[in-house]
């Protein structure tokens, strides 16, 4: 199923930031420096284990639940 890191990316920045665009930006900044920059997926994105991985143990650490 492709699309699910996009997913993932999109659900923690929104249960984040809750529409405030400073805690979008510093949440997708977060992202990058964790290594997954959220402009290099897409829906149409294959799906990476590794990926996924590193998005699960973030969402943990900020208390997002898929």
Excluded: H
């Amino acid at each position: 199923m492709s699309g699910q890191i996009k997913k993932m990316i999109d659900r923690i920045i929104e249960e984040r930031a809750r529409g405030n665009a400073i805690l979008i930006n510093t949440t997708r900044t977060k992202l990058t420096l964790k290594g997954i920059n959220p402009d290099q997926f897409g829906t149409a994105s294959p799906d990476n284990p590794e990926v996924i991985a590193k998005l699960q143990k973030l969402a943990q650490e900020l208390n997002v639940k898929f």
